[in-house]
């Protein structure tokens, strides 16, 4: 499986290195905080390509998450209602998730792409004590949303720090235009 890893806004530090030719070695460099992407694209007969983002479990970085899923919808061609759903359900699970994470914890989301649904994988090292709500408007808004919705929890349930509790939603294609169908087809 071949990957890429993106890692951005201060992606790489230069060295000088082939000077002569023109050419500079690039080293990765990746402060506490900044966010990294990686995408790969499995071998399989459906072409599934999944990307993954890490960043902090900070309130304050739930814009990048919203942003990579909202440009990732738009990217594989969802229809503007598709597009809206994926971003709330994203970032209703993220919020809610960043909420409990444990002192330091990643938030790590990877998204699978196919032909026919966007599914999102979100998961993060809780603290102790905390249980995800499950009967608020929130939960019931992703229920609404997504297509479907699975919690992964530690089978004993328990409620100790550094447990991982992993939220999975998938939103399926309709049979409408998508975004770059519309604009390609829509009169100026």
């Given at each position: 499986?071949?990957?890429?890893?993106?890692?951005?806004?201060?992606?790489?530090?230069?060295?000088?290195?082939?000077?002569?030719?023109?050419?500079?070695?690039?080293?990765?460099?990746?402060?506490?905080?900044?966010?990294?992407?990686?995408?790969?694209?499995?071998?399989?007969?459906?072409?599934?390509?999944?990307?993954?983002?890490?960043?902090?479990?900070?309130?304050?970085?739930?814009?990048?998450?919203?942003?990579?899923?909202?440009?990732?919808?738009?990217l594989e061609d969802f229809?503007?209602?598709?597009?809206?759903?994926?971003?709330?359900?994203?970032?209703?699970?993220?919020?809610?998730?960043?909420?409990?994470?444990?002192?330091?914890?990643?938030?790590?989301?990877?998204?699978?792409?196919?032909?026919?649904?966007?599914?999102?994988?979100?998961?993060?090292?809780?603290?102790?004590?905390?249980?995800?709500?499950?009967?608020?408007?929130?939960?019931?808004?992703?229920?609404?949303?997504?297509?479907?919705?699975?919690?992964?929890?530690?089978?004993?349930?328990?409620?100790?720090?550094?447990?991982?509790?992993?939220?999975?939603?998938?939103?399926?294609?309709?049979?409408?235009?998508?975004?770059?169908?519309?604009?390609l087809t829509s009169d100026?």
């Amino acid at each position: 499986m071949a990957s890429r890893i993106y890692r951005f806004p201060r992606a790489l530090a230069t060295s000088a290195g082939h000077a002569g030719l023109g050419v500079r070695r690039c080293q990765p460099y990746l402060p506490r905080g900044v966010p990294m992407l990686t995408t790969s694209r499995s071998h399989s007969a459906r072409q599934d390509k999944a990307v993954e983002l890490k960043v902090p479990a900070e309130l304050d970085q739930l814009l990048v998450v919203r942003g990579v899923a909202e440009a990732l919808a738009v990217l594989e061609d969802f229809n503007l209602d598709e597009v809206a759903d994926i971003t709330l359900a994203v970032d209703e699970v993220c919020a809610q998730l960043a909420v409990g994470a444990s002192k330091g914890a990643d938030l790590r989301c990877i998204f699978t792409l196919n032909d026919t649904e966007l599914s999102a994988a979100v998961s993060v090292l809780v603290a102790e004590g905390f249980e995800l709500p499950r009967d608020g408007f929130g939960w019931h808004v992703l229920e609404t949303v997504a297509d479907s919705l699975s919690v992964e929890e530690p089978a004993h349930r328990s409620t100790d720090a550094n447990r991982e509790i992993t939220v999975r939603i998938t939103k399926r294609r309709s049979g409408s235009a998508g975004l770059a169908q519309v604009w390609l087809t829509s009169d100026p």
